[in-house]
């Protein structure tokens, strides 16, 4: 792992076993595992009998921790940073950590692997070919402004909802958009892998009789 100091690396999303030969060698070698949680992280080291020191590094300390890191991995530490699931920095911590690394004259390498929307895009039947992801929309402040400018893209559209908004998405996507084509997939690679394609109407129905639960990928066709 010479010259490289920090490697992004993606983490299953649901099955444990969906992760790379590479991926296990750069954990089972790193000096340190950045993860985002590291109870989560714990039971895939675990699982993969992997033994490497586990560090804390989330949203909430970011920003306080950057500096410190820094000084290790200019001193030679080779890290792996990790997410709860997927490939860290989409939609998840890591940006800030890159930049610093960037900027300090530091190598990166991001490791291919698991992340939510390509599959949930391919499931959807949607054009594929081109598309935009937004992952999570704001939750209050730019909300509409945004919806408002989603309504005029031509591309594909590809969103992250949680299970307690995904209804009012659904509803406000139909408000703005129309009652386009679109998909919902939740849960993806675990045992309740569900992907429901349909109108925004007809989603909504369905998830309103069926219930909310899992972690939702939403796919909305462009503008015509």
Known sequence: MADI?????PTPIGNLDDITLRALKVLGEADVILAEDTRTSGKLLKHH?????????HIFNEHKTVEKLISRLNNGDVMALISD???????D?????????????????????????VPALVNSGLP??????EGFLPHKKGRQTRLQLLAEEQRT?????????????LGQLEEHMGNRQASVSR????MFE???????SELIAHFTEKGVKGEFVVVVEGKS
Request: glycine residues 6%.
């Open 128 to 133: 594929s070919d081109k598309f935009v992801f």
């Open 49 to 57: 009998n992997i033994n490497r020191p586990l560090q804390s590094y």
């Open 194 to 200: 569900e992907t429901v394609r349909g109108s925004l």
């Open 5 to 9: 100091a920090l490697y992004l690396v």
């Open 85 to 91: 699931a997927g490939t860290p920095c989409i939609s």
């Open 93 to 117: 911590p890591g940006f800030l950590l890159v930049r610093e690394v960037l900027k300090n004259g530091l190598e990166v390498n991001c490791l291919p692997g698991a992340t939510a929307f």
């Open 187 to 190: 849960e993806l690679t675990k």
């Open 157 to 169: 559209i590809i969103l992250y909802e949680s299970p307690h908004r995904l209804l009012k998405c």
